[in-house]
């Protein structure tokens, strides 16, 4: 079983939409979790970190469910401008550095 | 503030050459790492530094892939000889602590002919 497991789509949502991403771990001692944007021929680049508690950015939230293991990144009113490869990364403490899982590839559609 | 550097941007070079991709991390972070991507196997870390020693290298995929960091800000990246399978696009990140998020360079595309 792969350490960050994500459904790489692809995801084609039409503008104005809700959708949800979730990533599942394989570590259960993991420490801390990001999701991470990659547009097309660019670097990764950090959208969020996911807290406990769950978190929101604007239009972004972002939830860990601990005991199922998965992180989950929710878009709401999608723009054009969301369209790209989101990554779920994850710190196993054993490991000592990110994890990042292989992306979810987004479109939003006029 | 500036970011992760890295050069060359674009790299066009035939098999058998020796390639060198550089990268001078954010100042004041601690780790550096430098990874591969490719449309097959995604993004994979090669190697990463902390505080300028290697810490783990298992990534590297062969003895043809060296890596140094000889101060806090700088590293390269070493492909002796270089091969098409080489082919991709190489990123440098670099962090605070291990815990906190990676801040990536604009790569270095490479293709070996």
């Known amino acids: 079983r792969k350490e960050v497991e994500q459904d790489p789509g692809p995801f084609n949502v039409p503008e104005g939409a809700t959708v949800a991403f979730n990533c599942t771990y394989s570590?259960?001692?993991?420490?801390?979790f990001f999701w991470y944007r990659q547009d097309c021929r660019k670097e990764p680049k950090l959208l969020m970190s996911?807290?406990?508690s769950g978190n929101e950015d604007g239009r972004f939230t972002a939830q860990l469910n601990r005991a199922s293991q998965y992180i989950s990144l929710l878009i709401r009113d999608s723009k054009l401008s969301d369209s790209a490869t989101y990554l779920c990364v994850v710190n196993p403490w054993s490991a000592r550095q990110l994890t990042f899982g292989s992306g979810t590839q987004l479109t939003v559609l006029p | 503030d500036a970011g992760v550097i890295q050069s060359p941007r674009h790299e066009v070079t035939e098999m058998g050459q020796e390639v060198t991709l550089r990268c001078k991390p954010i100042s004041g972070h601690d780790y550096l790492f430098w990874y591969r991507q490719t449309m097959m196997r995604g993004l994979e870390l090669l190697i990463y530094?902390?505080?300028?020693?290697?810490?783990?290298d298992s990534g590297m995929p062969e003895d043809r892939f060296s890596a140094k960091m000889p101060n806090a800000s700088f590293s390269t990246l070493k492909i002796q000889p270089s091969e098409p399978r080489d082919s991709a696009v190489y990123f440098c990140?670099?962090?605070?602590?291990?815990?906190?998020?990676?801040?990536f360079g604009d790569g270095t595309r490479l293709s070996i002919l």
């Open positions: 990140a670099s962090s605070p602590t291990s815990n906190q998020p990676q801040h």
């Open positions: 996911v807290y406990s």
């Open positions: 570590n259960s001692a993991s420490q801390s």
């Open positions: 530094f902390n505080n300028n020693v290697p810490i783990d």
